[in-house]
């Protein structure tokens, strides 16, 4: 598909580079390797406080992310979560070719990579029988809003991990009208989140919504379709017990890593990419990088550097791809113009 601007990578500067982007009235397109956008901010702190965003006292990663998803609704992006772009060229006519995994491919005038640290991958579960079942059965970090989960309906299903990720989502399960008893287990009777999310699990478990074990997965048995039908689990004190299940949803933490971004040939400084910092574009003129995978002298790696950087980045992209457009710079205070792709105005 054709694109002014790919954007890899959908935490919070990857949703404020689409913005600034959009704002100047460049259609946009982005990709992020999880499925749903928030990046860090869903996944590592959903519901932790954060304190140091300009004009906003207090808010979550989750209330962050919900508040730049709004910002950009009204600009309207192309979405593609849960794929990672794996291949990236530049043309003769100094455009982009960009492809994921599975085929999507892109056509960009500019490329954004806002990718934080790199992309989160989720640490893979290691028992007999698990062959053939991701995607079907067996399931990553899965997006945590209502219609994601409407998959799990209904279903036998045993979340695995400890900590906040894996608990948000079995407790989501568990509350569920007419679900089934949802199945929660950690190699550890220790289960780390805020003591909301804590307290909301134990009144699950005691209502007999939630069965919690404390255990390791051994091993999978599937039927003659390739259904999950039981795993069986180690217990803490040695013993094994069977489960009868439909899907396993797996927590047990994402690790970054820069994937295909080192081979594409830009400069990099101890794995990060190399940016001017008067626009943001990396060794390879028509590739910009915001956020925590960019290094110049006097980074800092805080969430409203990176606005500063994704806005920098907007406006040096704009003016090689619309030079035409050039003028003086426009406020969404006074601007018609910006105000109507905001849907504000008239």
Avoid: N
Avoid at 12 to 23: D, E, T
């Amino acid at each position: 598909m054709q694109t002014d601007a790919l954007v890899i990578g959908a935490g919070p500067v990857g949703l404020f580079q689409a913005f600034q982007l959009g704002l100047l009235g460049l259609s946009v397109q982005i990709v992020d390797a999880l499925p749903q956008a928030g990046g860090q901010c869903i996944e590592l702190y959903a519901d932790k406080p954060i304190l140091d965003i300009p004009g906003i006292l207090e808010c979550s990663g989750r209330e962050l992310t919900e508040r730049l998803l709004a910002q950009l609704a009204p600009l309207a992006p192309g979405w593609h979560l849960g794929h990672e772009v794996t291949r990236l060229a530049r043309r003769d006519d100094g455009r982009f070719d960009a492809a994921c995994a599975d085929g999507t491919a892109f056509d960009a005038g500019a490329v954004f990579i806002c990718a934080g640290v790199g992309a989160f991958q989720p640490r893979r579960l290691k028992a007999p029988g698990l062959e053939g079942l991701e995607g079907r059965h067996l399931h990553y970090h899965p997006a945590t809003d209502p219609a994601a989960l409407d998959c799990f309906a209904g279903q036998r299903v045993l979340v695995i991990g400890g900590d906040e990720a894996a608990l948000v989502r079995a407790a989501a399960l568990a509350e569920r009208p007419g679900q089934p008893p949802v199945q929660l287990m950690h190699r550890r009777d220790v289960l780390q989140a805020d003591a909301t999310l804590l307290t909301r699990i134990d009144a699950l478990r005691q209502a007999g919504h939630l069965v919690f074990h404390a255990a390791q997965l051994a091993s999978a048995r599937q039927d003659e379709a390739g259904r999950l039908l039981q795993v069986d689990i180690t217990l803490s004190d040695g013993g094994l017990r069977t489960l009868d299940l439909d899907t396993l949803i797996v927590c047990q933490g994402l690790s970054p890593r820069l994937g295909p971004i080192a081979d594409w040939g830009l400069a990099m400084d101890r794995k990060l990419l190399v940016a001017d910092p008067a626009t943001f574009e990396t060794s390879a003129p028509g590739i910009h990088a915001a956020g925590d995978i960019v290094s110049y002298p006097g980074k800092k790696k805080l969430i409203l550097c990176g606005f500063h950087e994704a806005t920098l980045a907007a406006h040096a992209a704009h003016e090689r791809l619309r030079p035409h457009e050039r003028g003086p710079l426009l406020y969404t205070s006074s601007s018609t113009l910006l105000q109507q792709r905001l849907g504000r105005h008239g």
